[in-house]
């Protein structure tokens, strides 16, 4: 189907944040006037250049996306790959896409309660999410509530793929039990869990992610059983397993 003649020279990314909250609107509402109002305005605030919000919040957000088909150590820097190997001589890594341009959902938490918010996220933001993440070395866990380390994130880049600008983080699994079941396609989502500042211009219109302050922890999950926050996010991850040098 192709997409509303007021999106079709845009990005895909935009197209497709029109059409979700064309629908978003519509089954709320089952008015199609209001959906395409709610749908221009935010086409509106995505495009204006000199965005200014009124409201600012910091928050805790936790978000879900998958795991990419891609292999780690070819975006490693070899002075990284020489340093985990005096320490682990078959390191094991895996490359997670962990965020895109465009709408995520995923809970916003503030003053403990947690409620599910759409954000959204910009060029820049997806450039500060990469950047972030690797500053702070994430731990890598099992779900949410989890405190036990099974790995970290030792590197992050961003990378063009299809018109988007998306967020990869490489990841090192020191924990026996959670390779396997990396292997076994069982861990082949992630969410990351951090502090970003979130902005809008009213209590009726969208949240932007502004700024990303802090992420300290990637949680692996399984999508049978977790839903991504990205809907465009890559599936099912080339993992690398490095052969001891001869």
């Given at each position: ?122 060029f820049a933001a997806i450039k500060d ?118």
């Amino acid at each position: 189907m192709a997409p509303p003649k007021i999106v079709r020279n845009e990005p895909e990314h935009i197209q497709e944040m029109y059409i979700r909250e064309f629908q978003r609107v519509e089954d709320q509402t089952s008015n199609v006037l209001a959906a395409k109002q709610a749908a221009d305005r935010l086409l509106y605030l995505v495009k204006r250049k000199n965005y200014h919000a009124s409201i600012s919040e910091h928050m805790l957000v936790t978000m879900t996306a998958q795991i990419t088909e891609m292999d780690a150590t070819s975006f490693l820097p070899k002075n990284i790959i020489d340093s985990i190997r005096r320490i682990d001589a078959h390191p094991f890594f895996a490359v997670y896409d962990i965020g895109v341009e465009g709408v995520s959902t995923g809970e916003a938490a503030k003053h403990g309660i947690k409620v599910a918010t759409r954000k959204l996220w910009s060029f820049a933001a997806i450039k500060d999410l990469a950047k972030r993440i690797k500053a702070d070395m994430a731990s890598v866990i099992i779900g949410h509530d989890s405190n036990y380390s099974v790995g970290k994130v030792i590197h992050s880049f961003n990378k063009k793929i299809k018109d988007k600008l998306h967020a990869l983080a490489v990841v090192h699994i020191t924990d026996v039990e959670t390779i396997k079941k990396v292997k076994m396609k069982e861990f082949d989502i992630c969410s990351i869990e951090g502090d970003v500042t979130l902005a809008r211009a009213s209590a009726n219109d969208p949240w932007y992610v502004r700024a990303v302050e802090q992420i300290n922890k990637l949680a692996l999950g399984n999508s049978k059983v977790d839903r991504a926050g990205f809907s465009s996010a890559g599936i099912l991850a080339t993992i690398q397993e490095l052969e001891e040098k001869e």
